[in-house]
């Protein structure tokens, strides 16, 4: 009976290791048209109506959320609530953090950092390209800097509606995929729990 067990652990856990490991294609493609589409947005825009030396809407943190929100959609940590909140108190902290201490960088950079994700953690909002975006505000550009808390909204606000709406449009275009994730279990991981429950209650009987 414990080999029986035994084998069909083993069974499930290959069969998990094997699909997360396999090289999906058609998904990989809705990932570059979505972080493609999404960042060249924010760049179209930013380049009609911002002069060149003005040209602060693509800020690093916002490569990262491409990541997450176009190439691994099923994420808690992609879906709105931590995008939005994540980028937003992220932002809001390191611009605090600068004003009250920008030097020495050794000890603020850190701190916005640190602070960022704590507070994401509390509010259930973690999005790790946050801890960038709080890192920015200290280390940023002068530009970036003299911005202050207008930074909440341009360029970190402004930016994340155009990515979050466009992946409401490439994450949804194909039948398979859904976004925002119904349910924070990876797909994977559920085909191969309700085998297993169902198994369990037979032998219960």
């Not at 069974?11 to 990989?28: A, F, G, N, P, Q």
């Not at 790790?128 to 200290?138: E, F, N, R």
């Not at 341009?154 to 155009?162: E, N």
């Not at 994450?171 to 085998?195: G, H, M, V």
Request: aromatic content about 12%; charged content about 15%.
């Amino acid at each position: 009976m414990f080999k029986q067990k035994l084998k069909r652990y083993y069974r499930i856990i290959k069969y998990i290791l094997h699909k997360e490991t396999l090289v999906d294609y058609r998904e990989s493609l809705w990932s570059f048209l979505g972080s493609f589409i999404g960042i060249s947005a924010i760049g179209f825009i930013q380049s009609k109506y911002l002069l060149p030396i003005e040209n602060i809407s693509l800020i690093g943190s916002f490569g990262a959320t491409c990541v997450l929100l176009y190439g691994a959609i099923d994420s808690p940590l992609a879906q709105p609530r931590n995008l939005i909140g994540g980028h937003l108190i992220s932002a809001f902290i390191g611009v605090t953090v600068y004003k009250l201490c920008p030097d020495p960088i050794w000890f603020s950079a850190p701190l916005a950092v640190a602070l960022s994700i704590m507070v994401m953690q509390y509010t259930k909002t973690l999005h790790p390209p946050g801890g960038a975006t709080a890192l920015i505000a200290v280390i940023g550009t002068e530009k970036i800097k003299s911005l202050g808390y207008l930074y909440l909204f341009s360029p970190v606000l402004s930016g994340i509606i155009i990515l979050l709406f466009v992946a409401f449009l490439i994450n949804n275009l194909d039948a398979k995929r859904q976004y925002p994730a119904k349910s924070k279990l990876p797909k994977t991981i559920k085909r191969a729990i309700i085998p297993l429950k169902s198994h369990n209650k037979k032998n219960a009987a």
